[in-house]
């Protein structure tokens, strides 16, 4: 590794995009194409307080296919991050969540519509 706290650096860089593509970051727009939400008043990113703690282990190995034997990192985390957390909402709920963000409204629906179908089987099996 070039550089350790270079690369834990672009780990944890990973991870807190991949939060907020997975709980935070939509972009929202009117009936007329309109951004609604240009600006970070209203577009919602991660912040330190939303990430959590991670630790970092490394397991190094050189590319053949460069003269350092140097590779990129930090990039796989961004799409593992938000695959996470979305099968952690499905497991948590029983159904996969078909959209990202899981923003807490989101959330809130896709819990309203597994109520809604519940009472509908239970007033058919009735």
Request: net charge negative; aromatic share 4%.
């Amino acid at each position: 590794m070039l550089n350790p706290k270079i690369a834990n650096g672009q780990i944890l860089g990973g991870v807190a995009h991949g939060l907020g593509m997975a709980l935070f970051e939509e972009m929202i727009y009117d009936s007329e194409g309109q951004l609604l939400n240009g600006s970070f008043m209203d577009y919602l990113c991660p912040t330190a307080g939303e990430m959590p703690e991670v630790v970092i282990e490394h397991n190094e190995t050189l590319s053949p296919l460069t003269p350092l034997g140097a590779k990129g990192l930090g990039e796989g985390n961004v799409m593992s991050a938000g695959a996470a957390i979305a099968n952690a909402v499905a497991d948590a709920l029983g159904i996969e969540p078909a959209v990202l963000p899981l923003s807490p409204t989101r959330i809130w629906d896709l819990l309203s519509q597994m109520r809604k179908e519940q009472v509908t089987r239970e007033t058919v099996s009735i």
